[in-house]
């Protein structure tokens, strides 16, 4: 099997909606809840880490997995909070079906969606990812995002201050970081696979550059005391963000000097990075993905 039929599958394990299961097979998915710190927990069904924060003002989330998540989900909220376990807000990082599947379960039992505007522009329109052969219909209405903003947006919420800030070409070119300044947590979103070579999303204004160019302003903003929530992965320290930067900057590197010595992509690809980073391949994105989305961004 080649590199390239490799990533596709994987994407496709990834990034697609699941369909086709039954009431019984969505019934029996499950939510593993690990609480943070105080009144902050992570929540993780099958896509990207989910964030809560339950308090006395009632629940935000960031982020919100896979469509047939929505019933986990709840029940998880319902058992945490003792109340009906209906957020009042929702931030989505990005546009990714894996990140926002279950907004529309949510937008239609009150909850009020917040992303950045070209969050709210590809998913109320067709998207095409040509990467994975796929086409995104878009999405009905109570899924879309109701507040929308171009760079940043602060919530007051449950005692502290929760700053959603906008990093442009990233991820995508509608990522938000939202950091939680009195826990001190922030969750990156997709701009952080822990311990793995990220999805850089090209076909939807993603940037190999800009986005660690965007890590490294998130690292500058935090502490060693930081809880950090990846977008894929465990919880992680500010030291192993560093380690992950280091590794965005290296390898970026390196892929530059073989490009400028006349290698093509795929003799990168054949060559590897050196065995440094070995492990880091073998998540969603292995090494020749990651050599030609840094190719694509340069
Ligand atoms: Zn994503």
Redesign the pocket.
């Known amino acids: 099997m080649n590199k390239r039929l490799i990533l596709t599958l994987c994407a496709t394990l990834l ?1 697609l909606p699941l369909s086709g299961w039954t009431q019984q097979e969505e019934a029996e998915l499950t939510v593993k809840i690990t609480p943070i710190k105080s009144h902050l927990y992570l929540l993780k069904g099958r896509g ?1 880490n989910v964030m809560a924060s339950i308090g006395d003002d009632g629940i935000l989330i960031i982020d919100d997995d896979y469509n047939e998540y929505a019933t986990a989900y709840h029940k998880a909220l319902e058992s945490i909070s003792g109340t009906a376990g209906l957020p009042r807000f929702v931030v989505n990082t ?1 546009w ?1 079906s ?2 926002v599947g279950t907004n529309g379960y949510w937008g239609e039992r009150g909850a009020v969606i917040l992303a950045h505007d070209n969050v709210y522009a590809r998913m109320s329109t067709r998207q095409e990812m040509k990467l994975f052969d796929r086409v995104v219909e878009p999405s009905p209405k109570p899924a879309l995002p109701v507040l929308t903003y171009s760079d940043a947006m602060t919530l007051h919420f449950n005692g502290e201050t929760v700053e959603v800030q906008h990093f442009p070409r990233g ?2 070119d509608g990522d938000s970081v939202i950091f939680f300044s009195a826990e001190n947590v922030v969750h990156m ?2 701009h952080y696979f822990k311990d793995k070579f990220p ?1 850089v ?1 090209l076909g939807s204004g993603g940037n190999v550059i800009s986005f660690t160019d965007n890590v490294a302003a998130v690292l500058a903003k935090i502490d060693d005391n930081t809880v950090i929530v990846p ?1 894929h992965g465990e919880l992680a320290t500010r030291a192993e963000l560093v380690r992950y930067h280091q590794m965005l900057r290296t390898t970026t590197e390196r892929v530059k000097s073989m490009l400028s010595q006349g290698m093509s992509v795929e003799q990168i690809g054949e060559q590897g990075l050196g065995d440094e980073w070995d492990s880091w391949g073998q998540g969603f994105i292995d090494e020749p993905a990651w050599i030609s989305f840094i190719a694509g961004s340069i």
Do not use: I, P, R, V
């Open positions: 990034l990207g990005h990714h894996d990140h991820h995508t979103g997709d999805f999303d977008g």
